[in-house]
């Protein structure tokens, strides 16, 4: 009957994970728009600077136009790696759950508690940075056969839960419930 149990709770688990997914790359689509919609204001202002025939104005304007660019292309590639990421992690849950069930071992929750108390985080949900500072990172993902993360990307532990979180905006890439026995 346990293994009954836990075989539903495993795989209702990795349900949530794929049907989860979508508002992380729907909060990326709409970075990138407003991204879109940076560069073309910027554009404008560059014109206008140029019409006006201020050389200081239009040095400023390009460097603006630059700094909307480049963010633009880095939105765009994050969020390649997040579909890539998605791709991949379907394949990589069913691997995984083989693997833990011959090393329980590995997984052992031990005593470890954190300072603040258990909150169920969702993918596409923001963060505080308390939840993903230093003392939760788990520094040998490749230990417990969890998959590299993305750039910019690392995996956390909560309490039993293991989170892929985004350094830089917080967001939480994808969740693996019940990761430790």
Do not use: K, N
Not at 50 to 77: F, S, T
Not at 165 to 173: E, H
Request: glycine share 4%.
């Amino acid at each position: 009957m346990r293994h009954l149990v836990t075989a539903a709770l495993l795989a209702a688990t990795a349900l949530s994970g794929v049907v989860a997914s979508a508002p992380a790359a729907a909060q990326s689509r709409a970075e990138l728009r407003r991204d879109r919609q940076d560069i073309r204001h910027e554009q404008r202002q560059l014109d206008r600077a140029r019409a006006r025939g201020d050389w200081r104005d239009v040095r400023a304007q390009r460097a603006d136009l630059r700094d909307a660019r480049r963010d633009y292309r880095a939105d765009r590639r994050d969020l390649r790696q997040q579909r890539q990421w998605q791709r991949d992690r379907r394949e990589w849950r069913a691997d995984m759950q083989r693997w833990r069930s011959g090393h329980r071992d590995l997984y052992a929750r031990g005593g470890w508690q954190a300072p603040f108390r258990y909150q169920s985080f969702r993918t596409g949900a923001r963060i505080a940075p308390t939840y993903y500072g230093t003392r939760y990172v788990i520094a040998d993902p490749w230990r417990y056969r969890l998959p590299a993360a993305p750039a910019r990307a690392r995996w956390v532990r909560h309490y039993d839960d293991a989170l892929l979180v985004d350094q830089r905006r917080g967001v939480v890439l994808d969740v693996v419930r019940g990761f430790y026995f």
